[in-house]
């Protein structure tokens, strides 16, 4: 058995390339390489989205629970509010008896307005927090739109390119460079900004 195949294959291999340029050999790699390279941009692109949606998704959650503290805090202002006007009601009675007051009316209802000023203040810096987490929230989910909207040029782009290699039409490949540029140039624009 011979250790050497008697056909030559490099001229075999040379014939082969030779081929392929001649049938587009060369075009169908750029297309591969462009095609690769809008495949690596829309995944970076597509995790900067799911990074950004996640973060907003958080934000909002946060909102809603400070939400909820917020109106906590207003509920139990108000319980404070009917207790001062229970107090005042009971004095009152006493006043319209034309009797005197025990003095620990005037001094529940005075704690309880302080009470409720005190309150007040945390129920609107908890509000407040609500607006900042939603307004943070709402910038993330606006990069998200701009990030998914790169993906989907990429997306396009890279079909493009697919039709391209299948029809062998340099159009088509032009067109797909243009979608992916424009999905580069979004994508970039979104995360400089």
């Known amino acids: 058995m011979p250790e050497e195949p008697e056909v030559e294959t490099d001229k075999l291999h040379e014939a082969v390339h030779e081929e392929l340029e001649r049938e587009g050999g060369g075009y169908?790699?750029?297309i591969a390489l462009t095609?690769?390279?809008?495949?690596?941009?829309?995944s970076v692109?597509?995790?900067?989205?799911?990074a950004t949606v996640n973060e907003a998704l958080a934000l909002k959650t946060e909102a809603t629970r400070l939400q909820a503290e917020a109106s906590d805090e207003w509920a139990?202002?108000?319980a404070?509010?009917?207790k001062a006007a229970v107090q005042e009601a009971a004095r009152s009675s006493w006043l319209a008896a034309g009797k005197e007051p025990p003095p620990g009316y005037e001094a529940k209802i005075k704690r309880y307005e302080e009470e409720q000023k005190e309150i007040q203040q945390k129920a609107r810096e908890k509000e407040q927090e609500v607006a900042e987490k939603e307004r943070e929230a709402d910038e993330l989910l606006h990069r998200h739109e701009a990030f998914a909207n790169a993906v989907a040029l990429f997306q396009v782009a890279i079909a493009l390119g697919a039709v391209a290699a299948l029809t062998r039409n340099r159009l088509v490949l032009l067109g797909s460079l243009l979608v992916g540029s424009a999905g580069a140039l979004v994508f970039l624009w979104r995360l400089i900004r």
């Open 35 to 42: 095609t690769a390279v809008l495949a690596a941009f829309a």
């Open 45 to 50: 692109a597509s995790l900067k989205a799911g």
């Open 28 to 30: 169908l790699r750029q």
């Open 76 to 78: 139990y202002y108000q």
């Open 80 to 82: 404070k509010g009917v």
